[in-house]
């Protein structure tokens, strides 16, 4: 029932959280400075 919609809010939630800490090392760890 809305067992679909879970799963799908959960992948979603894992994925924005995962994207953030991508970012978040990337941010943190600008020591290869492309400037």
């Known amino acids: 029932r ?3 919609a879970a799963g ?3 992948l979603l939630v894992i994925l ?3 994207n953030a800490i991508a ?3 990337r941010n943190r760890y600008q ?3 492309e400037e």
């Open 2 to 4: 809305g067992l679909a």
């Open 8 to 10: 799908i809010i959960v």
């Open 23 to 25: 970012v978040f090392l």
């Open 16 to 18: 924005l959280t995962m």
């Open 31 to 33: 020591v290869r400075s």
